[in-house]
């Protein structure tokens, strides 16, 4: 077991996992954080699940050298596509979004109509469906939503193109009569507006961000992990270029990301 001290490594092909980071820094006030967005090969959503698989254990090694004492796999196309192996692959906690969300939904859904928004990697992997397969009375609606994370990355969380796209994308979902909505991508939480306006009150989102954060604290917490009596730092990494993004950062959470420094060895 690592020293409780130790920062939480936090890992997205990008920018959607800051929504992760933000719910962990609100409940878990004392950690340290360091974040490593792989922007320079970002998006993991259209590429084949193995090369996909292949950087994110690159970048998860990077996280778990770098001597954290807990990685969160905070983008559900990367989940989806080492779910299988990064538990037994590393010697500390590994929490990812797709198992807290696929849970969540199970218990919030009264109709057993459960519908999924996600990128076209995590539908093809069938992650949430395997996931949810042994759940009686259960039925799971998946929409691939290509376009959402282009939009949220230029900041466009609403407006009329987007409402269209939001209600082509969603439509097939509500004449399944899903009472639940499952937001398989950390990049929607930034669409809550849009998707609540097409969908109505009566269908409940279900934010595989804000599950995978308090799966975070229980791990931590239940682990004798957590740490307190300290305010914690952020640390950032990226592949990419570091103006772009502290940039797309700031417009995503809209907190500054101090210092954010390049990670030319793993491109
Ligand atoms: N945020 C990622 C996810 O949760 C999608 C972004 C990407 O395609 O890289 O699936």
Known sequence: MRDVDAPIGIFDSGFGGLTVARAVWDQLSAEDTVYLGDTARAPYGPLPISEAR?????????????????????????????????????????????????????????????????TVGTAMSQSYDDAMAAVPGVRLHTAPCPMFVEYVER????????????????????????DTLILGCTHYPLLTGVLSYVLGDEVTLVSSSEECAKEVYRTLTTGGLARSGHTGERQFLTTGNPDRFSGIGRRLIGASLDEVVQLSTLR
Do not use: F, W
């Open 54 to 118: 292949e950087y994110a254990l690159e970048c998860l090694d990077h996280l778990y050298e770098m001597g954290v004492k807990a990685l969160v796999i905070a983008c559900n196309t990367a989940s989806a596509a080492v779910l299988r192996d990064a538990r037994e692959r590393y010697d500390v906690p590994v929490i990812e979004v797709i198992l807290p969300a696929a849970r969540r939904a199970v218990r919030v859904t009264k109709s057993g109509q459960v519908g999924l928004i996600c």
């Open 155 to 178: 900041g466009v969380t609403g407006g009329p193109e987007l409402l269209m796209m939001a209600t082509a994308y969603l439509t097939p979902l509500q004449q399944a009569g899903i």
